[in-house]
C-alpha cells in the first residue's frame, strides 16, 4: 500500500468537547475517519488501536501538558502527521513544535485558539502527501551496509538523483542540486540519511565525494543545452580538511570541461564554525578558480552571521524548517524575511529549500527570496528524467 492509498485516520486530544466536535465535524468533511480522546490514557490507547495518519493535541491538558505527549509518542516510534494546537502565546507553540521536532516527530504545523476550518484543511492538505517512514535499519543491517562500502564505491552503487532550483520570479529553472543515493543490491535505494552516517564511521567520505563530483560533472557535460545551467553539490568537513580538495575538483572540471562557475559547493551551517586557516585556505580559493559557494541549512546553526562575514560565501540556502513555517510561525515569515533583506544587502543569491505547497511560493516571491526547490517544483529524480524535466520547461 502506497502513501497514498492509507486511510487517512484523525485522532484528537482534547478535553473540551465543543473544540474537538469543531475540529472533527471540518475534518470528516475532509476526508477523514475522525477519534476524540478527552484524556491522555485514552489517547494512548487510541494511537495503537487507531492507527491514525494525523494526529491533533491540544497542548493545555489535565494530567499530562502537550509536551509530556510528545516525549512518549516519540518514545513509541510515532509516525503520525502531529498538529498542535493551544490557546496559548504563538512563541510557545513554536517552542513545542521544536520540542516535536527534534524529538524526531513528523510536526506539520500549528493551530492556534481559536482557529477558522480553512486553516485546519491548509494544514491537513498541505501534508496529505508525505512520503512514508521508511522501516528503520536494524543492528545486523548497521553491519552489513559498512561491509558492503567498500563494494558499493568500487561497483558505482552509489547514484545521483536531481532537484531542480528555480527562479522563482520567473518560474524557470536555473540548475539542479545532485543528492546521493545508494542503490543497494539487498535493500533497494537507499536515502543519504540511512547510509552517510556510516560512511563518515568507514572513512570514505572523501572518496564518495569524489565519486558524487564525478558522476555530476558527466551528467552536466552530458546536457547538451543550456536547461541545467548550475549544478550543486554538497560537500562534506571531511573534504574541507585537505588542502588539495580545490586544485582535485578544479582538475575534474577541466577533465570534464565544465565552466567552475557552473559549480555551486553546497556547505552546510554546522560544519563551517570549524574554522581553520586551512578552511579559509581552501574556501577562498574554490572562489577564486571561479566556484560559487553556497551555506546550507541557514538559520540552524550558531554563529551564521559570523560565517557570512569571515567565509567568502555567495550563496544562501534557507532552511526548510522556517520555509515549512511561513504560514503557520510569525517567527518563521520574519526569518526569511530578514534573511532575504540580508542576502540582498550583502550580494548573495537566496534559495529557499523544502517548498512544498503554491502558498509557500508565493510567500516567497513576495518577499523577493531568488530561487527556491522543492516537492512543489520537482521531487529528486534520476538523470534522464531530470534532463527531460529541465528540457520541457527551458
Request: negative net charge; aromatic residues 6%; proline residues 6%.
Amino acid at each position: 500500500m502506497t502513501e497514498h492509498d492509507k486511510p487517512r485516520r484523525l485522532l484528537i486530544l482534547d478535553d473540551e468537547p465543543a473544540v474537538a466536535q469543531t475540529v472533527a465535524f471540518a475534518a470528516k468533511r475532509h476526508g477523514f475517519a475522525i477519534r476524540m480522546s478527552a484524556s491522555p490514557e485514552a489517547f494512548f490507547d487510541d494511537v495503537a488501536g487507531f492507527e491514525p495518519s494525523h494526529i491533533i493535541i491540544d497542548l493545555l491538558m489535565p494530567g499530562m501538558d502537550g509536551v509530556e505527549v510528545l516525549r512518549n509518542l516519540a518514545a513509541g516510534g510515532c509516525g503520525a502527521s502531529i498538529i498542535m494546537m493551544s490557546g496559548m502565546g504563538s512563541r510557545v507553540l513554536e517552542s513545542a513544535q521544536r520540542v516535536g521536532l527534534e524529538r524526531g516527530l513528523r510536526i506539520i504545523g500549528i493551530l492556534p485558539k481559536p482557529f477558522k476550518p480553512a486553516e485546519l484543511r491548509a494544514l491537513l492538505d498541505a501534508h496529505a502527501h508525505h512520503r512514508a517512514h521508511p522501516e528503520p535499519i536494524t543492528a545486523a543491517d548497521h553491519e552489513t551496509l559498512l561491509d558492503d562500502i567498500g563494494p558499493a564505491l568500487r561497483d558505482e552503487q552509489f547514484v545521483l538523483h536531481y532537484q531542480p532550483k528555480v527562479h522563482l520570479a520567473s518560474g524557470r529553472p536555473v540548475g539542479v542540486e545532485a543528492l546521493v543515493r545508494w542503490q543497494h543490491p539487498t535493500f533497494g535505494l537507499l536515502p543519504p540519511d540511512r547510509f552517510l552516517p556510516l560512511i563518515e564511521q568507514s572513512g570514505n567520505m572523501t572518496l564518495l565525494t569524489i565519486c558524487v563530483i564525478e558522476a555530476g560533472l558527466a551528467w552536466l557535460a552530458g546536457t547538451s543545452d543550456d536547461s541545467a545551467r548550475q549544478l550543486a553539490i554538497n560537500i562534506s568537513a571531511t573534504s574541507l580538511t585537505d588542502v588539495n580538495f580545490t586544485d582535485l575538483l578544479h582538475e575534474r572540471c577541466i577533465r570534464f570541461n565544465v565552466d567552475p562557475a557552473r559549480i555551486i559547493l553546497e556547505l552546510t551551517e554546522t560544519t563551517a564554525p570549524r574554522r581553520t586557516a586551512e578552511l579559509l585556505d581552501i574556501l577562498t580559493r574554490v572562489r577564486l578558480k571561479g566556484f560559487q559557494l553556497s551555506i546550507d541549512d541557514f538559520g540552524t546553526g550558531y554563529s551564521s552571521l559570523v560565517q557570512l562575514a569571515q567565509l567568502p560565501f555567495s550563496e544562501i540556502k534557507i532552511d526548510r524548517s522556517f520555509v515549512g513555517g511561513l504560514h503557520s510561525s510569525d517567527q518563521a515569515r520574519k526569518i526569511v524575511a530578514t534573511t532575504v533583506a540580508l542576502g540582498k544587502q550583502l550580494q548573495l543569491t537566496t534559495v529557499a529549500e523544502g517548498v512544498e505547497n503554491e502558498a509557500q511560493a508565493r510567500a516567497l516571491t513576495e518577499l523577493q527570496c531568488d530561487q527556491a526547490q522543492g516537492y512543489f517544483f520537482a521531487r529528486p529524480m534520476p538523470g534522464d528524467a531530470a534532463r527531460a524535466w529541465l528540457r520541457e520547461r527551458k
